[in-house]
């Protein structure tokens, strides 16, 4: 398992923006195949996990049709980090977003503990 810690989040009003991070813990070969990629998953009220955004080492990214265009995916290999820039929030933007780890077959190796963001009107 990989150990992801999350950074940012909170309350916002809509239209605003908000950055998260992700800072994933270890090294060695195989730690690196289990980060290949990072990146968030939403989770609101009474609905299922989502994709948000992921890149991979490589840089190739991944959005949800929801968030394209709004939202950007980051990421520093050398420090094992991510970042998600969100801009333009809206309302059903607000979940707890969870950090993710995955390796090359897109199995998940690790979770970050979530943290909330709220759009407010």
């Known amino acids: 398992q990989v150990q992801l810690v999350e950074s940012g989040g909170g309350l916002v009003q809509a239209g605003g923006s908000l950055r998260l991070s992700c800072a994933a813990s270890?090294?060695?070969?195989?730690?690196?195949?289990?980060?290949?990629?990072m990146g968030w998953y939403r989770q609101a009220p009474g609905k299922e996990r989502e994709l948000v955004a992921v890149?991979?080492?490589?840089?190739?990214?991944t959005y949800a049709d929801s968030v394209k265009g709004r939202f950007t995916i980051s990421r520093d290999n050398a420090k094992n980090t991510a970042s998600l820039q969100m801009n333009s929030l809206k309302l059903e933007d607000t979940a707890v977003y969870y950090c993710?780890?995955?390796?090359?077959?897109?199995?998940?190796?690790?979770w970050g503990q979530g943290t909330q963001v709220t759009v407010s009107s």
């Open positions: 993710v780890a995955q390796d090359r077959r897109g199995l998940a190796r690790g």
């Open positions: 270890g090294s060695g070969f195989v730690f690196n195949a289990m980060v290949n990629t």
């Open positions: 890149v991979t080492t490589g840089g190739t990214t």
